[in-house]
């Protein structure tokens, strides 16, 4: 049986998480095949990870990407790549 402390901030968690549901984040193309992308964070993220929309066209090793983080981080939505 949990404890009340570990109930407590397991409640507290879900609502911190549920008042974002999202996250802007950008990361770096480390690989194409497979594809991953590296975030600002250091976390890499695999192709199980993400998700691709048909507006991104074919993505090379070091473009820069914007990623859209859905609720709970298993998730990524690429956006689109960032020029500069």
């Known amino acids: 049986m949990p404890n009340l402390i570990t109930t407590i901030k ?5 609502a ?4 974002s549901p999202v996250n802007i984040v ?6 194409v095949a ?3 992308i590296k975030l600002e964070q250091k976390l ?4 199980a990870n993400l998700i691709l929309t048909q ?6 090793v ?3 990407v ?4 859905m609720q709970g981080g298993q998730k990524y939505l690429i956006i689109d790549r960032v020029v500069t």
């Not at 890499?44 to 192709?47: G, P, V």
């Not at 914007?66 to 983080?69: A, G, K, P, S």
């Open 44 to 47: 890499t993220l695999e192709k």
């Open 10 to 14: 397991q409640a507290a968690m879900e």
């Open 26 to 31: 950008f990361g770096a193309v480390v690989s």
């Open 16 to 19: 911190y998480e549920a008042s």
């Open 55 to 60: 507006s991104i066209p074919a993505l090379s």
């Open 34 to 36: 497979p594809l991953k």
């Open 66 to 69: 914007v990623l859209i983080r």
């Open 62 to 64: 070091n473009d820069k």
